[in-house]
């Protein structure tokens, strides 16, 4: 996949670098557009990146993008976490928490979700095998290179991760219409927060297996948030009740 | 301008007709699409509104959608509210609260942020005349239809407007990257939230005047949220400290 810009280029430079299968980075060949463009390709250089240059309507043509800022990235694929290394890391920390996307198709939501939830310090994200966007250039754009702090799991079977995260000692949230007031819940042990489809909600499944079923008090008349602004509410009421004292 | 969908012409038929320029509803022409669809019609001849119908593909072409859902209302122009109206409006009412948003321009954040606005039951929305998106259909699109229920005004002085609801009553929290933690403000009286551009944040002067400047504290190493998201944040923190308790 070809990603492109500075913000995600510094991303990729901040991510162990034997993790990322880079193919080669492309900088624009004209001389002089930018110091910080220079440092970034001494940068990628250092890393042991293959660097080359181009020209920028070949920049444009591999991004789908004139805003390329005189960088894209070939990436053979997204470096996705695995799911059990990611609860092996959670088990370590006190206050660690995962969000879990029960088949967000819409890459705008995945890409504002993950650009929330590097903000509000969630540990990991879960995404389904099936019926989800995965994390496409799109989602990375919008997560504003984000993506790439943030351990992205999928698994294939979502009611066996809750299992596992619920024997790994979280307590496991599904937000729905229904259910207790999130500001009501007291989120201070290890938390998981499930989070449905942009039409369906969270399959009926999956919350059946969730330890509590809690919804975000709106005003009558409206049926839905947007699932990144539940996300927005969700994640930052966890982080003001974790880290709201200090 | 070309709206389509059904969730928008339900919006606009709850929406007072005398107030709403609508030179005319297209349907579909095709026969039993849907009961749904033939109950809307009946509505928009019952409310006055002139009928017409056409082949989905003049729908398509009109609104620029394959998803046109049967139906594209041709609207003048966006119904604004006037910001005095709004003001008087707010007078009478206890908890009121506005939104001002500081040369938004992302159509998807304005949206988003309509959206998010109508569910955490905000009163009003300001926008500046210069360097904002304005309500275009794609705004309309993305916030579900919910922008004929949320009263938005065009201000051409954001400052002059801060002064006018000082004068009314409201005390103006600015958003900001500094500033007191919005988990630690008391929004028990009216109350207008100043939200800035996606770059730049609010402008100096903007700032300056609002009576306090807020903060969403997160993750060190994190520049900024998406303004949709500190709009989520900050409006249903709002509704949790004025309706949290019922």
């Given at each position: 996949m070809y990603l492109h810009g500075r913000n995600v280029l510094k991303e990729i430079l901040k991510f162990p670098s034997g993790n990322l299968k880079i193919k080669h980075i492309l900088f624009s060949d004209q001389k002089n557009?930018?110091?910080?463009?220079?440092?970034?390709?001494?940068?990628?250089?250092?890393?042991?990146?293959r660097v080359e240059e181009t020209s920028p309507i070949k920049l444009q043509n591999l991004s789908h993008e004139k805003k390329h800022q005189g960088v894209v990235i070939d990436l053979k694929e997204f470096p996705y976490a695995d799911f059990e290394r990611l609860l092996e890391t959670a088990g370590a920390k006190a206050g660690f928490s995962i969000a879990l996307l029960d088949m967000v198709q819409d890459p705008h939501n995945l890409g504002a979700i993950i650009r929330t939830a590097v903000a509000a310090g969630i540990g990991g994200l879960v995404i389904t095998e099936k019926s989800s966007t995965k994390v496409t250039p799109a989602v990375i754009k919008v997560s504003t290179g984000l993506a790439f702090r943030l351990p992205i799991s999928i698994v294939t079977n979502m009611v066996r991760a809750i299992e596992e995260l619920k024997k790994a000692g979280f307590w496991v949230y599904a937000a729905s219409m229904e259910g207790t007031p999130y500001y009501q819940v007291n989120f201070s042990k290890k938390t998981a927060i499930i989070l449905g489809n942009e039409g369906k909600g969270i399959r009926k499944l999956v919350k059946t297996n969730a330890d509590y079923v809690i919804s975000i008090p709106m005003e009558s008349g409206v049926d839905s948030l947007n699932v990144s602004a539940s996300a927005a509410i969700l994640f930052f009421e966890l982080r003001k009740q974790l880290w709201g004292g200090e």
């Open positions: 557009v930018s110091p910080e463009l220079d440092q970034l390709k001494k940068s990628c250089i250092k890393k042991g990146y």
